[in-house]
T-cell receptor, first 114, second 108 residues
Framework: SAVISQKPSRDICQRGTSLTIQCQVDSQVTMMFWYRQQPGQSLTLIATANQGSEATYESGFVIDKFPISRPNLTFSTLTVSNMSPEDSSIYLC???????????FGQGTRLTVV | AQRVTQPEKLLSVFKGAPVELKCNYSYSGSPELFWYVQYSRQRLQLLLRHISRESIKGFTADLNKGETSFHLKKPFAQEEDSAMYYCALSTGGFKTIFGAGTRLFVKA
């Protein structure tokens, strides 16, 4: 199993600013992912964080808006850039050790943009 | 296209009644299906996966490839089962796609 820690757990930000969310896993994992969960909605995959290379983004998400880093097998960051109120959401970090195994989740970062 | 559909946003049952949370999927490959649960103030966690064919907390789910369904069932609901349930599809081995979720409310 893996324990995932995210920080900050919540933040209130001014529009036009950027926020970086950190995700730390307590063991080496193969894959890390970032999801967004808007109020009353399901989880939407933003991107797969690739170790040592550029993240793989899903349709509708771009690197300029959501730059992602993954410098090693246990750590990743997601930046929400040039924020607007529409970016208000819960952002979740997830990790998997092997294909088709259980995915583990962080507790989420609740972001409010005012 | 890969898709997971959970038709019910909210399901309310009485304690002791049977529960069935519906899930249908669309995927051209060989699917790996999961049910995740999120209890109040807790993080999302795995409930069960089809490949294990096990019962967790009294819940079972059978993959029906003909109907492309993976419904979650429990014969007798308990109040502590109240939570948000997500059906999920793993594609290509690693990426996970989630359904919209069903909120189960078990009344005393």
């Amino acid at each position: 199993s893996a324990v995932i820690s995210q920080k900050p757990s919540r933040d209130i930000c001014q529009r036009g600013t950027s926020l970086t969310i950190q995700c730390q896993v307590d063991s080496q994992v193969t894959m890390m992912f970032w999801y967004r969960q808007q109020p009353g909605q399901s989880l939407t995959l933003i991107a797969t964080a690739n170790q040592g290379s550029e993240a793989t983004y899903e349709s509708g998400f771009v690197i300029d808006k959501f730059p992602i880093s993954r410098p090693n097998l246990t750590f990743s960051t997601l930046t929400v850039s040039n924020m607007s109120p529409e970016d208000s959401s819960i952002y979740l970090c997830s990790a998997r050790g092997e294909a088709n195994t259980e995915a583990f989740f962080g507790q989420g970062t609740r972001l409010t943009v005012v | 296209a890969q898709r997971v559909t959970q038709p019910e946003k909210l399901l309310s049952v009485f304690k002791g009644a049977p529960v069935e949370l519906k899930c249908n999927y669309s995927y051209s490959g060989s699917p790996e299906l999961f049910w995740y649960v999120q209890y109040s103030r807790q993080r999302l966690q795995l409930l069960l996966r089809h490949i294990s064919r096990e019962s967790i907390k009294g819940f079972t789910a059978d993959l029906n490839k003909g109907e492309t369904s993976f419904h979650l069932k429990k014969p007798f609901a308990q109040e502590e089962d109240s939570a948000m349930y997500y059906c999920a599809l793993s594609t290509g081995g690693f990426k996970t796609i989630f359904g919209a979720g069903t909120r189960l409310f078990v009344k005393a």
